[in-house]
């Protein structure tokens, strides 16, 4: 059953918001019944928004320069898949790393990416050896195969002294190598990883539809088992830190399931951690920014059937750059009150999605949502779990929410 619009009662409920949740609730509206239920009991989830980086929306010194903005280090471009390492190259420079060097290992690779000839292209040997000087951050996986040279390289990346995000191959390698999985769990810098289900899968020694079955309890088992921030990629990416502390994110569309979208968020991530963002908020950062220049791009008719993942990286930009200039984010959020609505409550909802916690301070939890009484609003009564959402059959109703 596909309702078009859900209410839900006191705070959201995780299998609204990932996997088929969205699909069968349509568009979300919370009622809090005038609860403040945080204040008893905290919740350890939130919706993911600029309310979670927001210390590290700063403006940049005039007095700055190249090695202000930190250096970022890519390791991938195996042959026929350099496109991946450079697109991760180019989303990094874009989102403000001072310097990207990219290092390929493709023994025919490019010397220089014609698109952007600012990146720094290296043989993958020559430039891992530069994270013991040069890099502020290192991400390897773009590209990378499961070759004996990029076990190689993935082992003296997860050796190195900085922030390490690991995606694609380099995820399937540590799954595949119990010793380099122990020395990735033991690294002190602080580890990112980026999977989507299946390669989340292999890493649990799980399947597919066991990791889809519970994606809120599988991200938090990667993340102490890794010691490592996690995103589970998919409708509804689900992030999780070592400590418990996990979110959900709203951004993004289907326009956004086609090749070389993750190799543009693991250079957004390296960008951040390489302007020195600590791991969890450049991790919630980047993912929020990617689903919103998605969502943007969507908007103004340029998806999401045929949408590139190279078309991202400008609107991530702007995105992020408004951000820190303080100007209204819009894009499409996540969830949107029901037409009928009050142009007041719906921008207050819409905000909410975007900043707010998922049921803290700033929590939807507590927000005071105008109703839309005197509506005939389709609801449907949500029982919502870990396990996604089972939605009863939807009644007609009429009149307040609470």
Not at 262 to 277: E, F, K, P, R
């Amino acid at each position: 059953m596909r309702a078009s619009h859900t209410a839900t009662f006191i705070a959201l409920k995780p299998g609204l918001l990932t996997l088929d949740g969205p699909d069968h609730a349509g568009e979300v509206t919370l009622c809090d019944l005038d609860l403040d239920y945080a204040a008893e009991f905290p919740p350890p989830g939130r919706l993911n928004g600029p309310g979670l980086f927001a210390a590290h929306l700063r403006p940049r010194p005039r007095n700055s320069h190249k090695g202000s903005n930190g250096n970022a280090l890519i390791i991938g471009g195996a042959p026929g898949m350099v496109g991946a390492a450079l697109l991760a190259g180019r989303a990094a420079l874009r989102l403000g790393a001072g310097r990207v060097y990219v290092g390929l290992l493709d023994s025919r690779h490019p010397g220089v990416d014609a698109l952007q000839p600012e990146l720094m292209l290296r043989p993958a040997r020559e430039a891992i050896a530069l994270s013991g000087a040069l890099a502020g951050a290192l991400a390897i996986g773009p590209g990378l195969g499961q070759s004996n040279d990029a076990r190689d390289l993935l082992r003296t990346a997860i050796d190195a002294a900085l922030p390490l995000l690991l995606d694609a191959d380099a995820l399937n390698i540590v799954a595949a190598h119990p010793v380099l999985a122990g020395r990735l769990r033991r690294r002190t810098p602080p580890t990112l990883l980026t999977p989507h289900p299946a390669e989340a899968a292999r890493l649990l020694g799980a399947d597919v539809a066991g990791v889809q079955r519970d994606r809120l309890a599988c991200a938090l088992e990667l993340a102490p088992r890794f010691n490592a921030c996690v995103v589970l990629k998919g409708c509804g990416s689900v992030l999780a830190a070592p400590g418990g502390e996990w979110a959900i994110n709203p951004t993004g569309n289907p326009g956004m399931a086609s090749a070389g979208m993750g190799d543009v968020l693991s250079g957004m991530v390296a960008a951040l951690l390489a302007q020195g963002w600590p791991a969890w908020p450049a991790l919630a950062g980047a993912v929020w920014l990617h689903g919103e220049a998605a969502d943007r791009l969507v908007e103004r008719g340029d998806g999401p059937i045929g949408l590139a993942a190279g078309e991202l990286i400008d609107q991530a930009r702007a995105a992020l750059n408004q951000a820190i200039a303080g100007h209204p984010l819009s894009g499409r959020p996540g969830h949107s009150a029901p037409q009928g609505c009050n142009s007041h409550g719906l921008a207050l909802f819409r905000q909410a999605t975007r900043n707010a916690a998922w049921n803290g301070d700033r929590s939807l939890g507590r927000l005071k949502m105008p109703c839309p009484c005197g509506f005939q609003a389709t609801l449907s009564n949500a029982i919502a779990t870990n396990r996604g959402a089972v939605l009863r059959v939807p009644r007609t109703s009429r009149g307040r929410c609470w």
